[in-house]
C-alpha cells in the first residue's frame, strides 16, 4: 500500500521511528521499576517489606501541579529520578500510602479520602488546606517524618 492510500487519521499516529527518536536516551528500567531488596529493608518502618516489593515505581517528571507524588495501590508515581540506594523521605510518604491502600482497601480508602477532601473543601474554602487536613495525608506525612528522623539519629542503622 502507498503512503497516499492511507487516512491522514493514520498518517497522524506517530510511527515507530518517531516514537524511537522520543523515547532516545530515556532508560526506561528507571522510569518503571521494582524497588531494590535494599529499599524494601530501607523503608521496613512505614510499609511491610513483603507489601513493599510488589510496588511498581514509575518515575515521570510531569505529575500536575504541586504533586511530587501519587499512589493509586501498589503504583506509585513520583516526578523525579530516585536511584535505589538515595533515601527519600517522599517515598516513604506515598509508600505510606500503600500500606493504607493495602490495609483498608481500594474503595475504603479511595471512599474516605475523598470524602475528608471534599468536607475539607467545604469547610475550610482552601484547596491546599483541604488536602493537607486529610488523615490519610496527615497520617503519611507524620510517618515520614518520623521515618527520616530516624535516620538521621541512627544512619548506619538501616541499610
Ligand atoms: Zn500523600
Known amino acids: 500500500m502507498s503512503s497516499q ?5 493514520k498518517r497522524s499516529l506517530p510511527t515507530a521511528a518517531a516514537l524511537k527518536r522520543a523515547l532516545h536516551g530515556i532508560d526506561l528500567g528507571r522510569v518503571v521499576r521494582r524497588l531494590s531488596p535494599g529499599e524494601t ?3 521496613a518502618a512505614v510499609v511491610d517489606p513483603q507489601l513493599a516489593r510488589r510496588v511498581w515505581l514509575l518515575q ?3 505529575l500536575p501541579g504541586p ?3 501519587l499512589t493509586l495501590w ?3 508515581v513520583i516526578e523525579r529520578w530516585l536511584e535505589p540506594e538515595h533515601p527519600s523521605a517522599l517515598l516513604a510518604h506515598e509508600l505510606v500510602h500503600v500500606r ?3 490495609e483498608q482497601g481500594i474503595v475504603r480508602f479511595t471512599f474516605d479520602y475523598n470524602k475528608a ?3 475539607g473543601l467545604v ?3 482552601s484547596w491546599s488546606k483541604a488536602y493537607r487536613a486529610i488523615p490519610a495525608e496527615v497520617e503519611a506525612r507524620r510517618e515520614a517524618t518520623r521515618w527520616a528522623m530516624q535516620r538521621s539519629e541512627a544512619p548506619r542503622s538501616v541499610v
Open 123 to 125: 469547610t475550610q474554602r
Open 74 to 76: 501498589r503504583l506509585v
Open 5 to 9: 492510500a492511507r487516512s491522514p487519521r
Open 100 to 102: 493504607q491502600f493495602h
Open 41 to 43: 529493608a530501607l523503608y
Open 117 to 119: 477532601f471534599a468536607a
Open 67 to 69: 504533586y511530587a507524588g
Open 60 to 62: 515521570i517528571p510531569m
